[in-house]
């Protein structure tokens, strides 16, 4: 046991929670999506992926693969946000349900990332 | 750029980040929360994106001003907090990063990476030499360039940073590695085509040993030059196969031995490493009784050519260290010294050789020699090249530098092979053969003439390539005339010819030429001049051959 595996281990599962929480509701309806949950999300992943960064084995590759993966759909989200609020000065379905979905997909990426990390733990002798 | 760097980089760029990450986001959550006041006071909450953007600007010092609306005193309060907090995360990270660009273990990484390319650029053949040092340097300064590249392992990084300053042309790439390191080894190119041979003069034979194993293992085919002191250690080289082992005592064994009872073999030798082509009375070994000081492995390797020689010697074991400590003097030469020098016989004997580990007791113990017996003839063993202007000031007969034999054999044995083997080939001859041969080039190339070799080839000999491609009959008699008149003679002797594994040493002048004959030729500048134009141009060469007039 050590303090940096409890912090990434902790991280990587924050970041899947964090990103559902977000995720959840029903996707064309925007005002169940709160921005804190979004902007909570982002962060964890980001520290997330710089905690991933520079384990050489196959494994720590393929987690930070993930991780970026889920940076680059939340961020997706978040300036989709953005550019509809200030841009088209409308938020419609599908500006919400694309803000939703990416943020999906990032979902996706957080549980791949979990379950090899889960999987990395079982397969450990010790 | 290469994998490992990368992850060194990555490594180090965690924590830089993730300072930057926090700080910024606890300064842009702060600012959504705190309620703002819009240009008609109404209260107005600022959304992620503003917060973002006004942190951006903020963190890197860029500053455009509040926005998007002028602060109230609120905001202010986190801003000023935010500022601190933000530019110090900040300018932590890209300090960081600076000094991750300094850093010693990037730096290695990123000079392996250079070193590595620099080897592989090379497409020329090229030598490895293991250890940086007064030998090595003498071999790359000579051998650098001609017809082979160098690159240099060394685990002394200040020898490395000696070997950049020098400034080689071409380039002998160098790096800091433990060459004993069979992954040093590969870095240095040792599975590359064209690298032709390695070489390991280190002082201590265990050392060169362990090389010598695993360069046989990682590279068949590369010539392994390597030095060997001690007979166990030559016995085991010879056993793993290795025909190119160098041992300086030997070799000055051997020339003890020419030296006395075949001065001419000598000569030759002495000649093909820079001596002039003639005897001079100061040169000749006195017959008599030799006196050796010092029983090390010099000692003994001269003993063993008087001994062949069948010369009386008495040889004293003298070790130095012992003498420093016990007189706590480098100077030779007390009562007790001059009676033991005296009972050695000095003033009857030919010949003092002074052959300990020190330099200034060999001085001392051969001036002393010389005031008890002005006629002595002396020879000193000289360790570091430093002391060489002393040494010739002090009129000794002559001085044997274990390290500039060793560098010179080595020389030899890369760059004129032709040469190496006609010494191997004059020692079968008696001292009345080499007597003739040394009139003989005397009388035709003058009292210090040089010596090339060559390779009857295309790029060599283009002209006289072509005649014999249509099977014309050459001889080495045409190529000796002059191209200004060709009943004249050029002033050149073929001493050698070696075609494939035959050598005809002072080969006939009636004898055939063929393609790739390799040619070890005695000659001054012009003359030798003269024959590479015959060889090389068909008009000369027609007319050596009387095709045509001039």
């Not at chain 2, 992850?7 to 309620?35: D, E, N, Y």
Request: hydrophobic share 45%.
């Amino acid at each position: 046991m050590n303090m940096h595996k409890i912090m990434s281990g902790s991280f990587f599962i924050l970041a899947m929670t964090v990103n559902f929480g977000f995720f959840y509701g029903e996707p064309t309806v925007l005002e169940q999506h709160s921005s804190y949950e979004l902007f909570a999300a982002i962060i964890v992943n980001l520290i997330a992926t710089v905690l991933k960064l520079g384990d050489r084995t196959q494994l720590g590759a393929v987690l930070l693969a993930t991780s970026i993966v889920a940076d680059i759909q939340l961020i997706a989200s978040a300036t989709v946000w953005a550019f509809a609020l200030y841009v088209i000065n409308d938020i419609n379905i599908e500006a919400a349900t694309a803000i939703v979905s990416l943020s999906g997909g990032a979902l996706l990426a957080n549980i791949v990332s979990v379950i090899l990390f889960v999987g990395d733990t079982i397969k450990s002798k010790r | 750029m290469n994998e490992q760097i990368v992850w060194i980089v990555l490594k180090r760029l965690r924590t830089p980040f993730l300072v930057i990450i926090i700080t910024f986001a606890i300064s842009i959550l702060g600012l959504v929360l705190i309620q703002g006041t819009d240009n008609n006071g109404q209260p107005y909450q600022m959304t992620f994106f503003d917060a973002f953007y006004f942190v951006t600007y903020m963190a890197s010092t860029i500053g455009f001003g509040e926005a998007p609306y002028t602060f109230n005193y609120e905001q202010r309060m986190w801003v000023s907090f935010a500022i601190y907090f933000t530019v110090i995360g900040w300018f932590y990270g890209i300090g960081a990063i600076v000094s991750l660009i300094q850093d010693e273990a990037l730096k290695k990484a990123l000079n392996r990476n250079s070193f590595r390319n620099h080897v592989r650029n090379i497409n020329k053949p090229f030598y490895i030499i293991l250890g940086y040092n007064g030998i090595t340097k003498s071999i790359i300064d000579r051998l650098n360039g001609k017809d082979y590249r160098l690159v240099v392992l060394d685990k002394d990084d200040e020898k490395i940073d000696e070997l950049i300053l020098e400034n080689f042309y071409p380039n002998v790439p160098g790096f800091v590695g433990d060459a004993t390191n069979q992954k040093m080894l590969k870095i240095a190119g040792i599975h590359q085509k064209n690298c032709v041979g390695i070489i390991s003069l280190f002082e201590d034979d265990m050392v060169n040993s362990k090389i010598a194993t695993i360069s046989k293992l990682l590279n068949k085919k590369i010539d392994i030059i390597v030095k060997a002191t001690s007979k166990a250690q030559l016995e085991h080289f010879r056993s793993m196969n290795l025909k190119h082992v160098k041992n300086p005592f030997d070799i000055i064994s051997k020339r003890i031995y020419y030296g006395i009872t075949a001065p001419y073999i000598w000569l030759l030798e002495m000649w093909m490493y820079g001596h002039i082509l003639k005897l001079k009375k100061r040169d000749q070994f006195p017959r008599g009784k030799y006196i050796i000081y010092g029983k090390g492995r010099m000692g003994r390797a001269i003993q063993e050519g008087l001994q062949k020689a069948g010369i009386e010697y008495v040889i004293e074991d003298f070790d130095s260290q012992r003498y420093i400590k016990e007189k706590n003097t480098t100077i030779f030469g007390d009562d007790d010294d001059i009676k033991r020098l005296l009972k050695l016989g000095v003033k009857e004997s030919a010949c003092i050789i002074a052959a300990t580990q020190n330099d200034l007791l060999n001085l001392t113990i051969l001036n002393k020699a010389k005031q008890l017996n002005p006629n002595i003839f002396t020879m000193a063993r000289e360790n570091s090249l430093d002391d060489l202007n002393i040494f010739q000031a002090s009129k000794i007969n002559k001085i044997y530098i274990v390290e500039k034999i060793l560098a010179d054999a080595t020389y030899s044995y890369i760059a004129r092979p032709l040469a190496d083997l006609f010494i191997q080939e004059a020692r079968k001859k008696d001292d009345e053969w080499a007597k003739v041969i040394v009139h003989m080039l005397n009388n035709i190339t003058g009292m210090n003439p040089m010596y090339f070799e060559t390779k009857l080839n295309d790029a060599n000999a283009y002209a006289l390539t072509l005649r014999l491609q249509k099977g014309e009959n050459i001889t080495l008699a045409d190529l000796r005339r002059s191209r200004a008149n060709r009943n004249e003679m050029l002033h050149v002797v073929f001493l050698l010819l070696k075609r494939e594994d035959e050598i005809y040493l002072m080969p006939d002048a009636r004898m055939n030429l063929k393609i790739d004959d390799e040619l070890l030729i005695v000659s001054d500048e012009e003359n030798y001049d003269d024959f590479e134009y015959i060889v090389n141009n068909i008009y000369e060469l027609e007319y050596v051959l009387g095709y045509r007039d001039l």
